[in-house]
Every structure is written in structure tokens, then in C-alpha cells.
């Protein structure tokens, strides 16, 4: 939002804009980058290791 009343110079505003733009960005790529991490961490359900697996099995007796 623009504020009309801020006194300080359209520069400085930009600036200030880009700083909260940068800060926003910043914090969204290390929640972004956390999310990532816990999907990383978590383990194969069993059910779909078995499907891999029968795959796995079908390739290589083709």
C-alpha cells in the first residue's frame, strides 16, 4: 500500500519496498526449504516399496 504522507524521498520508499519484498522472499524459501526437509525425511509407506519392487521384478524378467 502506498502511504501519501510518508515524507521521505520516493528512493528511500522504493528501497523500503524492495528490503520487505526481499524479507518476504527470504522467509518463504526457509519455510519452503523446512517443508521440503520433512518430506525428504519421512519414510517410504510399505505399500508403495511393493509396488516398486513388482516393477522392479516385471522389467527385468521382460
Do not use: C, T, W, Y
Amino acid at each position: 500500500m502506498i502511504d501519501h504522507n510518508d515524507s521521505r524521498p520516493q528512493s528511500d520508499r522504493d528501497d523500503a519496498s524492495l528490503d520487505e519484498a526481499r524479507l518476504r522472499q527470504q522467509a518463504i524459501g526457509v519455510k519452503l526449504r523446512q517443508m521440503f526437509d520433512q518430506v525428504v525425511n519421512e519414510p517410504v509407506p510399505d505399500d508403495f516399496l511393493d509396488i516398486l519392487r513388482r516393477a522392479d521384478e516385471r522389467k527385468g524378467g521382460a
